[in-house]
């Protein structure tokens, strides 16, 4: 009855790879995150997409591609990784995607690019 | 542009004892100010909100105070508990934005027994 899921828990891999993540939120929530956590725990958000249509895109380079099949899945594929490239990444959900929701937080997925 | 500065950047209390951590906003739009509290291997989970309509809210042990008019708020928790040992981030949002939510950098709160 896990409410937003995450897989994989850990990913590593060399730099140059592709790699996936996948996020699903069995909430039925309308609203879909991908957050960044660097090695300082500085959490900084990258792609939101509400309803399947991308809201929040910021200064992100495009090796990211974010891409939600249906409202409950929201997944995330990097091209060509960097050793920079290497973080926590989280994916979270909200009720509406207004201001004032509360944003539900997977397990995150700790990526390490050798 | 860092537009929500948190500090301190990690706090050390004994148990028992009161843990506060402030944070200081830029964008006037604002309004809407939660804490999010991280355990490790963990994500974060909503802890407290505030709007600024109030200046204060309280949720058990855990308060937060808000003054509007020097854009800061901040976290009180009362009789600190080892199981608080955890990180704490403020953020803040403005409805015209969406759910759109600036973080602190974070504080690392450890509770000794």
């Known amino acids: 009855d896990t409410a937003v899921s995450q897989t994989p828990k850990y990913l590593v891999t060399q730099m140059g790879n592709d790699k996936s993540i996948k996020c699903e939120q069995n909430?039925?929530?309308?609203?879909m995150y991908w957050y960044k956590q660097d090695s300082k725990k500085f959490l900084k958000i990258m792609f939101s997409y509400n309803n399947k249509e991308l809201i929040i895109n910021e200064t992100v380079p495009n090796r990211f591609s974010p891409k939600s099949p249906d409202k409950a899945h929201l997944n995330l594929h990097i091209n060509s990784l960097e050793l920079g490239d290497s973080a926590v990444y989280f994916c979270?959900?909200?009720?509406?995607?207004?201001?004032?929701?509360?944003?539900?937080f997977g397990p995150g997925t700790r990526l390490t690019v050798l | 542009q860092q537009q929500v500065k948190q500090s301190p950047q990690s706090l050390i209390v004994q148990k028992g004892g009161i843990s506060i951590i402030n944070c200081a906003y830029e964008n006037t739009a604002f309004d809407y100010f939660p804490w999010y509290q991280q355990f490790p291997g963990k994500g974060p989970a909503l802890l407290i909100a505030?709007?600024?309509?109030?200046s204060e809210k309280k949720e058990g042990r855990f308060t937060i105070s808000f003054n509007k008019s020097a854009k800061q708020f901040s976290l009180h928790i009362m009789d600190s508990q080892p199981g608080d040992s955890a990180t704490y981030f403020c953020?803040?949002?403005?409805?015209?934005?969406?759910?759109?939510?600036?973080f602190g950098e974070g504080t690392q709160l450890t509770v000794n027994p």
């Open positions: 909430l039925g929530h309308d609203t």
């Open positions: 505030i709007r600024p309509d109030v």
């Open positions: 979270a959900s909200s009720p509406r995607g207004g201001g004032g929701d509360t944003q539900y």
């Open positions: 953020a803040a949002s403005q409805e015209t934005s969406g759910s759109r939510l600036t």
